[in-house]
C-alpha cells in the first residue's frame, strides 16, 4: 500500500550551524525549520481523534488513507513551531489549530504552501503572523 503522504526529518547545514528541518511530501514538498519530535507528539494528539493508520521508523512518518485534513494542520502547526519563539503560544495554538473548521484549515494550508513557493522563509512567518493576530494566540 502507498503513503497517502510522508513525513521526514532531515538535518542541513546553514551558516556553519546545524538544523533540523521537516520535510512534507505532499505532491509538493514543503519543508519548515521545526523539530521531528515536536511534529511526531502533535501528530499523536491529533490522530486520537482522526485515527489514521501510520508507520514511524528512523524519523519517517508515513500516512495511509485519508490524511489530508490531518496532514494541512500538520503543516500550520509546524509553520507556526518555525516563526513563533513562545512556548505559550503554541501551547495555545495546538489547541486552536485542533478546532479550525475543514475549510479554515484549507485557507491556512494554501496559503502556507503559496507564500513557501513564492517567497521561503519569510513569506511562511507573514501568513503565520496574520494567524497570530486573528486567533489572538500572543494575549
Known amino acids: 500500500m502507498e503513503p497517502s503522504a510522508t ?3 532531515k538535518k542541513l547545514k546553514r551558516k556553519g550551524k546545524e538544523i533540523e528541518y521537516t520535510f512534507f511530501d505532499i505532491g509538493s514538498r514543503f519543508r519548515c525549520k521545526c523539530p521531528f519530535s515536536k511534529v511526531h507528539e502533535y501528530f499523536e494528539e491529533l490522530n486520537k481523534n482522526f485515527k489514521i493508520h501510520h ?31 513562545s512556548k505559550s503560544v503554541l501551547r495555545r495554538s ?7 473548521s475543514y475549510f479554515e ?26 494567524f ?3 486567533y489572538r494566540l500572543d494575549k
Open 7 to 9: 513525513i521526514f526529518s
Open 55 to 85: 508507520e514511524v521508523k528512523d524519523n519517517v512518518l508515513k500516512l495511509y488513507g485519508d490524511s489530508e485534513r490531518l496532514v494541512k494542520k500538520l503543516v500550520i502547526f509546524c509553520s507556526l513551531c518555525q516563526c513563533v519563539k
Open 94 to 100: 495546538k489547541g486552536v489549530i485542533a478546532e479550525l
Open 105 to 130: 484549515d484549507t485557507f491556512w494550508f494554501s496559503k502556507i504552501l503559496d507564500n513557501f513557493e513564492r517567497g521561503g522563509y519569510w513569506s511562511v512567518c507573514r501568513v503565520v503572523s496574520s
Open 132 to 134: 497570530r493576530k486573528l
